[in-house]
């Protein structure tokens, strides 16, 4: 190995300045990691790394961005899986009523949830956690069983509550969040652009409800679970490294029909509408029944509502 | 000095105008109540029809006619022979058959009133002593809906989540908790 002293190798030709040799050499080197970026990327993956936020979408754009969710999804799942965007309608605030007096915390909604909803089957994320409580403690969740398991339910004794969003009117989820991946929709619904999301969690700890989830491994589902008919801002296939949380089934509830938990409530507890609509069943529980929203002191205003319906 | 006052308060009444959008959004928070319920919609939620499956019969019972059609009706409270697989709990002891059922016309059930109604609108019979459940069924808020959230519903009768005979809701073997934060990864 021969030393080369710095003076005898010059950097640039005697006819430059420094600076001018600096400023080509770091065009240089910046051109070819463009290049090689470029070379080593497909196209597809070029074009989600470039992705603009989904608000600063055009008509155009946000089909090509469908297509190519919709194409790598169906590739990877090997069946047809479609994106769809659906905005929200106007005149429309969901809302959402759940009956204390008749939940018997059978857990149905939890898994019709993760099928509908293409959770991570493996590291496990449920959207909704059913909460056993003591009869005559009341309702305090400091104090609460996510964890319960029995022959048969209700325990004697014992009530259920199950928490999920609560879709707050004034959600601290979005507030914290860095970069604005995570907004409230003009129908109530705060959802999250996963490919904008940065996974830094401020989310999960500003959220009183423990409503948000981390996808702290590679999601897996098995290929003949997956749900094919997804929402962009809902449950598509979610990238490890992101938050998810629930959306009203956003893909379903924008098509007219009730989420999933609402349908497969065997108790009937689990009720959904249109809070705009005073013949609306969640108005007529929240006129008629006695209900509370939780942590109310929190100001989070939720438009998810717990009710007696005895 | 008055005029530019009124200027003022015509002002924030376009401007107050213009905001209707939000108060329509606060529409819900702002009612007060016990306000809403009112005769009016009940008879609406009457006119329109409950989208019902059809009754969940035990396999071969209806119509009951045939077997009761050549049948004299005996009234007598009795141990039933054909029937001993149904025991009562429903209500006080001296319940009986044709608290319901009609003892001259099998295939129909009969209301205190004495007017008939079929096995697939069995809600009338119910609604007579659980009024405060059926008009919450009616309007959707009792018992399970599926369908659409703003359009066609499915309703269910009474009868497909109690049965009759007993009415208690059956307990049922819970889904597998969650796992703990340790268990996953």
């Known amino acids: 190995m021969t030393e080369h002293p710095k003076t005898e190798a010059p950097l640039s030709s005697p006819a430059e300045s420094p600076e001018e040799a600096a400023a080509t050499r770091r065009h240089f080197l910046q051109g070819m ?27 155009d754009e946000l089909a090509r961005v469908l ?26 605030l969901f809302g959402y009523a759940l009956d204390l007096s008749r939940c018997i915390g059978c857990r149905r ?23 056993e409580m003591e009869k005559a403690g009341g309702v305090d969740v400091m104090h ?97 490294g992101v938050v998810e949380k629930c959306t009203f089934c956003v893909q379903r509830v924008r098509n007219g029909r009730y989420p999933a938990c609402v349908e497969v409530c065997p108790v009937g507890a689990r009720k959904f509408g249109n ?7 969640v108005r007529y529980v929240i006129e008629n029944k006695r209900v509370f929203i939780l942590k109310e002191e929190l100001g989070t205003s939720p438009k998810f509502f717990y009710f007696y319906g005895v | ?39 009016a919609r009940e008879d609406a939620a009457d006119a329109k029809d409950f ?22 009706p005996d009234l007598e409270v009795r141990d039933l022979g054909e029937h001993d697989g149904i025991e009562l709990h429903h209500g006080p002891r001296d319940r009986w058959c044709f608290d319901c059922h009609n003892p001259d016309n099998r295939d129909m059930l009969r209301l205190a009133s004495g007017r008939l109604v079929p096995f697939s609108e069995s809600y009338r019979l119910c609604g007579q ?22 359009g066609k519903k499915q309703y269910l009768l009474c009868a497909h989540c109690h049965n009759p005979h007993a009415p208690r809701f059956k307990p049922l073997a819970p889904l597998p908790p969650p796992k703990r934060p340790d268990e996953i990864l």
Not at chain 1, 67 to 92: D, N
Not at chain 1, 115 to 128: C, L, T
Not at chain 2, 8 to 27: I, P, Q, Y
């Open chain 2, 129 to 150: 002593c659980h009024g405060d459940k059926y008009r919450d069924w009616r309007m959707g808020v009792h018992g399970k809906r599926s369908g659409e959230w703003n």
């Open chain 2, 51 to 72: 989208p019902v499956p059809p009754p969940p019969f035990s396999e071969g019972v209806f119509p009951c006619s045939q077997c009761h059609a050549d049948m004299t």
């Open chain 2, 1 to 39: 000095m008055h005029r530019l006052s009124v200027l003022v308060a015509f002002g924030l009444f376009v401007w107050v105008s213009a905001c209707g959008g939000n108060h329509e959004r606060a529409a819900y928070l702002r009612t007060a109540p016990g306000v809403a319920p009112s005769g």
């Open chain 1, 144 to 240: 609460a069983n996510a964890y319960y398991d029995a022959d048969e339910v209700p325990r004697p004794g014992h009530f259920y509550m199950p928490v999920q969003c609560q879709q707050c009117e004034h959600p601290p989820c979005v507030k914290v969040c860095p970069v604005q991946a995570t907004w409230q929709d003009a129908d109530g619904i705060v959802v999250v652009d996963y490919n904008w999301c940065i996974g830094c969690r401020c989310c999960m700890s500003a959220c009183p409800y423990g409503a948000r989830h981390f996808n702290w491994g590679e999601p897996t589902i098995a290929d003949a679970e997956v749900n094919p008919e997804t929402h962009y801002l809902g449950n598509r296939p979610r990238p490890r």
């Open chain 1, 275 to 281: 809070l705009l609509d005073p013949t609306s069943e």
């Open chain 1, 33 to 59: 990691a463009a290049t090689a970026f470029v070379a080593a990327c497909s196209p597809l993956e070029r074009e989600a790394f470039f992705q603009r936020h989904f608000k600063e979408l055009n008509k």
């Open chain 1, 67 to 92: 297509a190519r969710l919709s194409q790598g999804y169906s590739e990877r799942f090997h069946k047809q899986v479609t994106v769809s965007a659906e905005p929200a309608a106007s005149g429309v």
């Open chain 1, 109 to 131: 909604c939890v898994y019709a949830c993760v099928e509908e909803n293409n959770q991570s089957r493996d590291p496990q994320i449920h959207w909704i956690t059913v909460l």
